[in-house]
């Protein structure tokens, strides 16, 4: 808050200074009245007790109390407040302003300076608060407000990957309010882990599984070899989440299961037979579980089926009109319409058997009402027109399987949180938020190697390795990833950086932006892998060594160095707590 006013400024309404002595000896007098005052006044006391009154908007006194006038607040219209300013009242009722840019209070009311910026980032757009005492801004692009002037704090960022940080930190920032303490365990057989995961999650109730999953396999118990017990047991569960959800989505997705298959393109699709498949729509469901499970835990899926249900997860039904939606069905041949059955006050909407009103496990029978002009038909209310969306929706987006895919959104939206999340996200962003990458972005981690190492005279060796690295295949770079992380996949906003050793030895190390090797609260606290490569002969002794290391190295990171910035790396900090609910097998 603003220091005091400076006595030397007071100055009466009658044109007199007070004393500097007698200002200096003032006391505030907490008036029995005072909330009365008109804003920013005051009442005080001088040395001799007597009663005078401060106006901090004007800084000016009189010995007059002031009375309340309807224009005291607004007296005139005022200019909204530059960007990021806020204006408040202190407890004394005393008016000041708040610049959330610089993080610095006045009493003094700020001009506008908008007019001296350049214009607002694409997507962006400044807004006031109903009163007028504020002034923030709202980003479109990733549905957040912030006080804070992007033009300022460049927060905009217009570079795509900065700006696909930003977007992938907000929906962080959404789900972790949602997850609860304490832990809930899983032990399943490596053999039978589909139906060991099935019996433990598939009627469990929604509130345990917003709690820490706790996997272990039976028998394999202590088997990974965890380096220099930096993560302690926080790590090596989170392995063993990673792992059981991977093998999980691998067996789930194979054909031979019966709920997927894929195309020549290899691209995942629902069975054609998954219908007939026993308990089907249960198990749909329980897919869509796991990937609100992996959403809400920060664990990193095969984000296959992303392309299924992006349409469902992006259905804005408040912006579509009823009448469009409606045509676009006949045209499709989806829907037909009665006009006025049996000389009923209301035409008839009727789908076909494939396309089912949950409601009534039945074939859609809903009654419209005529759009102006009696040509076209709309909904009579909108939980019709939700209900018919949805289903007609699943049915394209699922080739004819609306029902499997409608299953799958049931599990899907027990956890994460409202369904308007990813309205704002294209397909490729939701794929990269669900599954993370599974190879090197080539281009953008060579373009960071670059900035670092050429002034070091290293660019030519460092071309060698991109140029092999282009020319394997999408397998051998997946096998170096999991090199230097150890992981199958990671973040999408990891960084990845490949510098010249001085010992003659390939070796990794990751500098970890936080514990759980999720997106960060802090957008430039990404965790940074960094492969360090010898200075070799010539290209093919790299490449054979290359080839050497990550196909003969495991992947539990037995012999890599870790890097966190975190002061405490006790047991205590990184320990999955033991007070687990009874195991469920």
Same mark, same amino acid.
């Given at each position: 808050?603003?220091?005091?006013?400076?006595?030397?400024?007071?100055?009466? #309404?009658?044109?007199?200074?007070?004393?500097?002595?007698?200002?200096?000896?003032?006391?505030?007098?907490?008036?029995?009245?005072?909330?009365?005052?008109? =804003?920013?006044? #005051?009442?005080?006391?001088?040395?001799?007790? /007597?009663? !005078?009154?401060?106006?901090?908007?004007? %800084?000016?006194?009189?010995?007059?109390? &002031?009375?309340?006038?309807?224009?005291?607040?607004?007296?005139?219209?005022?200019?909204?407040?530059?960007?990021?300013?806020? $204006?408040?009242?202190?407890?004394?009722?005393?008016? !000041?302003?708040?610049?959330?840019?610089?993080?610095?209070?006045?009493?003094?009311?700020?001009?506008?300076?908008?007019?001296?910026?350049?214009?607002?980032?694409?997507?962006?757009?400044?807004?006031?608060?109903?009163?007028?005492?504020?002034?923030?801004?709202?980003?479109?692009?990733?549905?957040?407000?912030?006080? #804070?002037?992007?033009?300022?704090?460049?927060? %905009?960022?217009?570079?795509?990957?900065?700006?696909?940080?930003?977007?992938?930190? @907000?929906?962080?920032?959404?789900?972790?309010?949602?997850?609860?303490?304490?832990?809930?365990?899983?032990?399943?057989?490596?053999?039978?882990?589909?139906?060991?995961?099935?019996?433990?999650?598939?009627?469990?109730?929604?509130?345990?599984?917003?709690?820490?999953?706790?996997?272990?396999?039976?028998?394999?118990?202590?088997?990974?070899?965890?380096?220099?017990?930096?993560?302690?047991?926080?790590?090596?569960?989170? !392995?063993?989440?990673?792992?059981?959800?991977?093998?999980?989505?691998?067996?789930?997705?194979?054909?031979?299961?019966?709920?997927?298959?894929?195309?020549?393109?290899?691209?995942?699709?629902?069975?054609?037979?998954?219908?007939? /498949?026993?308990?089907?729509?249960?198990?749909?469901?329980?897919?869509?579980?796991?990937?609100?499970?992996?959403?809400?835990?920060?664990?990193?899926?095969?984000?296959?089926?992303?392309?299924?249900? @992006?349409? $469902?997860?992006?259905?804005?039904?408040?912006?579509?009109?009823?009448?469009?939606?409606?045509?676009?069905?006949? /045209?499709?041949?989806?829907?037909?319409?009665?006009?006025?059955?049996?000389?009923?006050?209301?035409?008839?909407?009727?789908?076909?058997?494939?396309?089912?009103?949950?409601?009534?496990?039945? &074939?859609?029978?809903?009654?419209?009402?005529?759009?102006?002009?009696?040509?076209?038909?709309?909904?009579?209310?909108?939980?019709?027109?939700?209900?018919? $969306?949805?289903?007609?929706?699943?049915?394209?987006?699922?080739?004819?399987?609306?029902?499997?895919?409608?299953?799958?959104?049931?599990?899907?939206?027990?956890?994460?949180? /409202?369904?308007?999340?990813?309205?704002?996200?294209?397909?490729?962003?939701?794929?990269?938020?669900?599954?993370?990458?599974?190879?090197?972005?080539?281009?953008?981690?060579?373009?960071?190697?670059?900035?670092?190492?050429?002034?070091?005279?290293?660019?030519?060796?460092?071309?060698?390795?991109?140029?092999?690295?282009?020319?394997?295949?999408?397998?051998?770079?997946?096998?170096?990833?999991?090199?230097?992380?150890?992981?199958?996949?990671?973040?999408?906003?990891? =960084?990845?950086?490949?510098?010249?050793?001085?010992?003659?030895?390939?070796?990794?190390?990751?500098?970890?932006?936080?514990?759980?090797?999720?997106?960060?609260?802090?957008?430039?606290?990404?965790?940074?892998?960094?492969?360090?490569?010898?200075?070799?002969?010539?290209?093919?002794? $790299?490449?054979?060594?290359?080839?050497?290391?990550?196909?003969?190295?495991?992947?539990?990171?037995?012999?890599?160095?870790?890097?966190? &910035?975190?002061?405490?790396?006790?047991?205590?900090?990184?320990?999955?707590?033991?007070?687990?609910?009874?195991?469920?097998?």
């Amino acid at each position: 808050m603003p220091d005091s006013l400076a006595k030397s400024e007071c100055q009466t #309404e009658r044109g007199s200074h007070l004393p500097l002595a007698e200002a200096s000896t003032t006391t505030l007098f907490h008036d029995s009245e005072e909330q009365s005052l008109p =804003q920013g006044g #005051e009442c005080r006391r001088d040395r001799h007790n /007597k009663t !005078y009154y401060v106006n901090r908007e004007t %800084h000016t006194t009189t010995w007059d109390r &002031p009375s309340i006038k309807s224009q005291d607040r607004a007296s005139s219209p005022e200019l909204p407040l530059p960007g990021g300013w806020e $204006m408040r009242f202190d407890h004394k009722n005393r008016k !000041y302003y708040l610049d959330h840019n610089t993080r610095i209070t006045t009493w003094n009311r700020p001009s506008p300076l908008d007019s001296d910026l350049m214009p607002l980032p694409n997507g962006w757009e400044t807004r006031s608060t109903t009163d007028g005492a504020s002034t923030y801004f709202i980003d479109h692009n990733t549905m957040t407000t912030t006080w #804070e002037d992007p033009r300022l704090t460049h927060a %905009h960022q217009t570079d795509p990957f900065s700006r696909f940080q930003r977007k992938i930190h @907000y929906l962080h920032t959404l789900m972790q309010p949602l997850v609860q303490q304490g832990v809930f365990s899983i032990k399943v057989r490596r053999s039978h882990i589909v139906e060991d995961s099935f019996a433990a999650l598939a009627d469990l109730p929604a509130n345990d599984l917003r709690q820490s999953p706790k996997v272990a396999f039976e028998g394999e118990a202590g088997a990974l070899n965890v380096v220099r017990q930096v993560f302690f047991d926080f790590t090596r569960q989170r !392995y063993y989440n990673s792992e059981w959800l991977d093998v999980l989505f691998e067996k789930l997705f194979d054909s031979s299961f019966g709920l997927f298959e894929s195309d020549s393109a290899g691209t995942l699709k629902i069975h054609p037979s998954s219908a007939t /498949k026993r308990d089907n729509l249960k198990y749909f469901k329980f897919v869509g579980r796991l990937h609100s499970l992996a959403i809400l835990h920060g664990h990193l899926v095969d984000p296959r089926l992303v392309h299924l249900f @992006y349409p $469902m997860v992006t259905l804005r039904m408040d912006k579509t009109r009823g009448a469009d939606f409606i045509d676009l069905a006949l /045209k499709q041949s989806l829907v037909h319409i009665t006009k006025y059955p049996n000389g009923g006050a209301h035409p008839i909407l009727q789908t076909n058997d494939s396309i089912l009103d949950r409601r009534s496990g039945k &074939p859609f029978r809903l009654q419209l009402k005529a759009v102006v002009g009696g040509t076209r038909s709309n909904f009579l209310n909108y939980e019709d027109k939700a209900e018919f $969306m949805q289903a007609i929706t699943a049915h394209r987006s699922a080739g004819g399987a609306g029902a499997q895919l409608r299953a799958f959104m049931t599990g899907f939206w027990e956890l994460p949180v /409202k369904k308007d999340s990813f309205l704002a996200y294209d397909q490729w962003e939701v794929e990269k938020f669900v599954g993370g990458v599974s190879e090197i972005d080539i281009d953008r981690s060579s373009k960071l190697t670059d900035e670092e190492s050429s002034e070091q005279g290293q660019t030519e060796q460092l071309k060698w390795f991109w140029d092999i690295v282009r020319s394997w295949t999408l397998d051998r770079q997946r096998l170096l990833l999991q090199y230097i992380t150890g992981l199958r996949r990671v973040p999408a906003t990891d =960084q990845f950086k490949v510098l010249i050793a001085s010992d003659g030895h390939i070796r990794r190390l990751t500098a970890l932006g936080n514990k759980e090797r999720k997106v960060p609260d802090n957008r430039d606290d990404s965790p940074e892998h960094i492969l360090f490569v010898p200075a070799f002969e010539d290209c093919r002794t $790299m490449e054979d060594q290359l080839i050497s290391v990550i196909t003969e190295c495991d992947v539990d990171w037995d012999d890599a160095a870790l890097i966190s &910035p975190f002061e405490d790396l006790s047991m205590a900090q990184y320990q999955v707590p033991d007070n687990s609910n009874t195991t469920r097998k």
